[in-house]
């Protein structure tokens, strides 16, 4: 457990200087479209979920071999150091044998170090594992509060259905995805939205928030991977306009954003 514990925080570290990387690109290049953003997302998301680190083939020596050398040179020195200090204490009892000898200070006592690193990284593993099920804990609360509300949909046809509790169109599920819509749009409006969201599923954009999820709460303790999921989440968005504004064209831009922002207001609202 407390090998997994260290593995998460260097994979953590290393996520932090890759989100870091991600961020001066995505300013950088803040005209391309958000595709290209999203894909680096996808690769970090890649680095989380399945942690993993190369081997050098620079040092030829195996590190069991290594462990061993650097272990017996070790034991080595410090039987030269205990024969060195007995010479020297023998030495000055024969030269001043009336003077009170003062020996080399003995090897610090390792235990207590060891057992205050220990306590620590005791101490840390318990927060990180209680941290990871407070996030589970109150995911599978809110998941089971929105299946009670989706209970009241109404169905339409295919996956999707109609909810006038909601004020923004969703997907549920992971094994068998639904598209949830709210009530109050129009025919066309809700044409867009569909859209929207069928191209959502095509990309299984769903399941990659998901793992997102996940991968947010193992690494619950770092920030720059909770920015990183929010920035993930609006690419996505985003980069799922591009291509729905390319498959209506460009005639239908205009009632796709008015849509958009009926959407984020929760009401209808013309654009002027």
Same mark, same amino acid.
């Given at each position: 457990?407390?090998?997994?514990?260290?593995?998460?925080? &260097?994979?953590?570290?290393?996520?932090?200087?890759?989100?870091? +990387?991600? @961020?001066?690109?995505?300013?950088? +290049?803040?005209?391309?479209?958000?595709?290209?953003?999203?894909?680096?997302? /996808?690769?970090? /998301?890649?680095?989380?979920?399945?942690?993993?680190? +190369?081997?050098?083939?620079?040092?030829?020596?195996?590190?069991?071999?290594?462990?061993?050398? *650097?272990?017996? #040179?070790?034991?080595?020195?410090?039987?030269?150091?205990? %024969?060195?200090?007995?010479?020297?204490?023998?030495?000055?009892?024969?030269?001043?044998? &009336?003077?009170? @000898?003062?020996? +080399?200070?003995?090897?610090?006592?390792?235990?207590?170090?060891?057992?205050?690193?220990?306590?620590?990284? &005791?101490? /840390? !593993?318990? @927060?990180?594992?209680?941290? @990871?099920?407070?996030? !589970?804990?109150?995911?599978?609360? $809110?998941?089971?509060?929105?299946?009670?509300?989706?209970?009241?949909? *109404?169905? !339409?046809?295919?996956?999707? #259905?109609?909810?006038?509790?909601?004020?923004?169109?969703?997907?549920?599920?992971?094994?068998?995805?639904?598209?949830?819509?709210?009530? #109050?749009?129009?025919?066309?409006?809700?044409?867009?939205?569909?859209?929207?969201?069928?191209?959502?599923?095509?990309?299984?954009?769903?399941?990659?928030?998901?793992?997102?999820?996940?991968? /947010?709460?193992?690494?619950?303790?770092?920030?720059?991977?909770? !920015?990183?999921?929010?920035?993930?989440?609006?690419?996505?968005?985003?980069?799922?306009?591009?291509?729905?504004?390319? =498959?209506?064209?460009?005639?239908?831009?205009?009632?796709?954003? =008015?849509?958009?922002?009926?959407? $984020? %207001?929760?009401?209808?609202?013309?654009?002027?």
């Amino acid at each position: 457990m407390e090998n997994l514990f260290l593995s998460v925080v &260097n994979t953590s570290i290393a996520a932090s200087i890759i989100i870091l +990387f991600i @961020i001066v690109l995505r300013f950088l +290049f803040k005209k391309s479209p958000k595709k290209f953003s999203y894909i680096l997302w /996808l690769i970090l /998301l890649i680095r989380l979920i399945v942690p993993f680190s +190369f081997e050098t083939e620079l040092n030829p020596m195996p590190d069991k071999f290594m462990k061993f050398t *650097n272990k017996s #040179y070790i034991e080595n020195m410090e039987e030269k150091r205990e %024969t060195i200090t007995d010479l020297e204490m023998n030495k000055e009892e024969i030269n001043n044998p &009336n003077k009170e @000898i003062v020996g +080399f200070p003995t090897k610090p006592d390792k235990s207590k170090t060891n057992e205050k690193e220990f306590s620590i990284k &005791n101490s /840390l !593993l318990y @927060i990180w594992a209680v941290g @990871i099920l407070i996030f !589970l804990i109150n995911g599978i609360i $809110a998941n089971k509060k929105l299946k009670d509300q989706l209970k009241a949909s *109404n169905y !339409l046809y295919d996956n999707i #259905y109609e909810n006038k509790n909601l004020n923004t169109a969703f997907i549920h599920g992971i094994i068998n995805p639904k598209i949830y819509i709210p009530n #109050y749009l129009n025919e066309k409006e809700r044409e867009y939205i569909i859209i929207h969201e069928k191209t959502h599923l095509k990309r299984y954009d769903h399941i990659i928030k998901f793992l997102y999820y996940i991968a /947010l709460s193992i690494h619950w303790f770092n920030p720059l991977i909770w !920015l990183a999921f929010i920035l993930m989440d609006r690419d996505m968005e985003l980069s799922c306009d591009e291509v729905v504004m390319e =498959e209506i064209g460009i005639n239908g831009k205009i009632d796709y954003c =008015e849509t958009l922002l009926s959407l $984020a %207001t929760g009401h209808k609202m013309k654009i002027i």
